[in-house]
């Protein structure tokens, strides 16, 4: 084809020089022709490429999904059912059911968030990823990406689950289910920036699996979820203290005894006996999420 | 505009740039000396393909390092089919990678649709488009939405995406597979879409990596059909690799490439030419008594085989030589079973150049009956020039 003269309107040509993105491979967005505005426009079309892409899949794959959401609520249905009558309301302030909720929530957005982890894994494998990485972006932008669209789909399952709020004796007040959503997506990026962290430094899916089925048990155990954190002895306390799930669940929970204020539940992660407020309890997770992204695209980024 | 991009370019491939006509005999000499012996006058954009000197290493087993490619100098113009052919190993997808901006050349350069790999990574991935090996779709996906996804992923619009998507999948003849999820796709069909999703932005350059490897003979024909209809209409430069040297034949020039070397370069034609003698291969009663009275007649400084094939030799003109070989073992009484006289094949050509048979890999197994053992660069001169057509 006819040399340079063809030109996109999306990439007007500028002459980049060795510029100092010109160390290439990695971090290359500088290295791109065209403005800045043009680059943004093309990275976040690559970011939204791969959020529609998660909610294709999710909406190609029904029977996955159902299956997926089929697992928190017959924890909360069955599991709850049955503990509620042998679980005094009192050791808990609140019915087990209600109890059990928000720990429900952050298990219904946690499957699909590390899904996103396994699928980063799988693509590697099956040379998809290759395909990604052709693409003139970033690879930044690709995990981001990935990252945005983990958190899109696990919410949007969580936010099914909430339909349940009924069952459990919740008021399905407005407010309160735009808080639970909003907990719901910080809880769903934390858990996938960090299950792409660890993605990005695993090569086999099955060491993923592993280390997963290795460490799942004990955050899910450590996260006030199925049992009030000061039942446990006081070393496992501490341990939950730095279990990010526990502060997920600890915040869906706060958020319920803010708006209803009869359904004051144990109190979760307790710092030196005094519970953080709630804002730093969110500003935590974020924070853990942002470190785990950032730490994982620069991970991503290095040549191969 | 992307979309249009192809078609306003279309008079420019249609012919092959003015230089053609000087590379192609070129492609005769040994690998180091190639590089546009006469055509320095062209500018370096009539290429859609330079490399000098490019060299990629790995760090190898036990501290060690692994040269995957070492020193290429190759030029493709505009609008030209360009095969590498080699065995597995040879360095083949490597130099697709770097070529594609993937991974970073260790010491040379390469320029490609106009943008330095190494500086403008992003400027090279936008404007070619790459069939990898082992490419994947995504299977839950149907083949419209991972079209969509692809086009997206490269900044087109959404209204341009769905255009061009349809418009490659009719290219591609899916147009009625177009909601069908592609894990329900045969892999002939898998092939023609992924060819379909690198084509997808308008790239100038077209890279495939073994674009046929795994499909049945029915399937490859029908890939390549499509290929040459890409190359027909819409000019695109096509860079291929292959080990299938029947696949090679469909392409305007061939590099064999064997150990991160180029050792030969041309047209099918050219290289084939350089061999220059036919294979004349006879079935005898006594092949050990018949090679005495075929030495008697060939010409003196000939190699005469005589082996559990039958006897063979390499003579110009082999079809004329079966009448006269023929008479001459009647008279000593031999009975001659099968005669025949094949051109060479290109995987005569590997062999003269690496001494070992593609098929094979495995050092000293000639391909066919006795290969010269030394190339003679006196052979290049075929009039062939494009092979095209």
Redesign the interface.
């Known amino acids: 084809?006819?040399?340079?003269t063809?030109q996109?309107?999306?990439?007007p040509h500028t002459p980049?020089?060795?510029?100092p993105a010109?160390s290439?491979?990695s971090g290359?967005?500088g290295?791109?022709?065209g403005g800045a505005p043009a680059r943004l426009?093309?990275e976040l079309?690559?970011i939204?490429?791969?959020v529609?892409?998660d909610l294709?899949?999710l909406a190609?794959?029904r029977t996955h999904t159902a299956l997926m959401l089929l697992h928190p609520m017959l924890y909360l249905l069955v599991l709850g059912g049955g503990l509620a009558a042998l679980i005094p309301r009192a050791s808990l302030g609140v019915g087990y059911q209600t109890y059990l909720f928000p720990g429900m929530l952050m298990m219904t957005v946690q499957t699909p968030a590390i899904m996103v982890g396994i699928r980063l894994i799988t693509?590697r494998q099956?040379?998809?990823l290759?395909?990604?990485?052709?693409?003139?972006?970033s690879r930044a932008t690709l995990l981001l990406g990935h990252c945005a669209g983990g958190t899109m789909t696990a919410t949007a399952q969580g936010a099914v689950l909430l339909g349940l709020a009924g069952t459990v004796g919740l008021p399905y007040d407005p407010l309160l289910l735009v808080l639970l959503l909003g907990g719901m997506i910080l809880a769903s990026f934390t858990i996938t920036a960090l299950a792409l962290a660890l993605a990005v430094s695993l090569r086999g899916a099955e060491t993923f699996h592993t280390l997963l089925g290795l460490i799942m048990m004990p955050l899910l155990f450590l996260s006030g979820g199925f049992f009030p954190l000061h039942a446990l002895p006081g070393w496992a306390h501490t341990l939950a203290a730095a279990n990010p799930l526990a502060y997920a669940v600890d915040l869906l929970r706060r958020c319920i005894t803010h708006r209803v204020p009869d359904q004051e539940a144990a109190t979760g992660i307790e710092w030196a006996g005094r519970q953080p407020p709630l804002p730093l309890e969110a500003g935590l997770l974020l924070a853990t999420g942002i470190v785990a992204l950032l730490w994982a695209a620069r991970r991503f980024s290095r040549?191969? | 505009?992307?979309l249009a991009?192809?078609d306003?370019?279309r008079p420019?491939?249609t012919q092959r740039p003015a230089d053609a006509d000087d590379l192609a005999p070129t492609g005769l000499m040994p690998a180091a000396v190639i590089s546009r012996p006469v055509a320095q006058h062209v500018p370096e954009?009539?290429y859609?393909i330079s490399m000098r000197g490019l060299v990629k290493s790995y760090p190898g087993p036990q501290g060690g390092t692994t040269h995957a490619v070492r020193g290429l100098d190759l030029d493709v113009p505009?609008?030209e089919t360009f095969a590498f052919l080699g065995p597995n190993g040879a360095g083949k997808s490597t130099t697709i990678a770097v070529l594609?901006?993937?991974?970073?050349p260790t010491a040379g350069h390469a320029t490609v649709?106009?943008a330095d790999v190494?500086?403008?990574?992003?400027?090279v991935?936008?404007r070619v488009g790459?069939l990898?090996q082992?490419?994947?779709?995504?299977a839950?996906?149907?083949a419209e939405?991972n079209l969509?996804?692809?086009a997206?992923?490269?900044?087109?619009?959404r209204r341009h995406a769905r255009a061009r998507a349809a418009e490659v999948l009719g290219t591609a003849g899916l147009t009625d597979r177009r909601r069908s999820?592609v894990r329900t796709l045969s892999g002939g069909m898998r092939r023609r879409l992924e060819i379909a999703?690198a084509l997808l932005h308008s790239p100038?350059v077209l890279f495939l990596d073994e674009p046929t490897t795994g499909l049945d003979p029915h399937a490859r024909a029908q890939v390549w059909d499509h290929l040459r209809a890409l190359r027909d209409r819409h000019?695109?430069?096509l860079f291929v690799t292959t080990h299938y040297l029947e696949e090679a034949e469909n392409c305007d020039r061939i590099a064999i490439i064997d150990r991160g070397r180029v050792v030969a370069l041309g047209t099918p034609v050219a290289l084939k030419a350089a061999i220059g003698d036919d294979l004349v291969v006879l079935r005898t009663s006594d092949d050990t008594a018949a090679r005495q009275v075929v030495r008697g007649i060939a010409p003196p400084d000939r190699a005469i085989a005589a082996d559990s094939g039958g006897v063979s030799l390499r003579v110009p003109d082999g079809s004329t030589w079966i009448p006269r070989l023929c008479a001459a073992l009647q008279r000593h009484g031999i009975a001659v079973h099968a005669a025949s006289a094949a051109p060479p094949t290109l995987d005569d050509v590997f062999f003269r150049h690496t001494g070992r048979s593609l098929d094979t890999t495995e050092p000293g197994t000639a391909p066919a009956g006795p290969s010269p053992a030394a190339p003679t660069p006196s052979c290049a001169t075929t009039s062939e020039t494009g092979g095209r057509r």
Do not use: F, K
């Open positions: 084809m006819s040399g340079p063809v996109t309107p999306d990439a980049d020089g060795p510029a010109a290439g491979i290359d967005s290295a791109h022709g426009r093309q079309r690559a939204h490429a791969l529609h892409r294709l899949r190609g794959r693509d099956s040379g998809y290759r395909e990604l990485l052709m693409a003139p972006v040549p191969e | 505009m992307q991009a192809g306003e370019d420019d491939h954009p009539a859609a505009q609008g594609c901006a993937l991974a970073r649709a106009g190494v500086s403008r990574p992003g400027e991935r936008r790459v990898s082992h490419s994947a779709l995504d839950d996906l149907t939405q969509h996804i692809h997206r992923l490269y900044g087109l619009s999820p999703r100038r000019g695109s430069t």
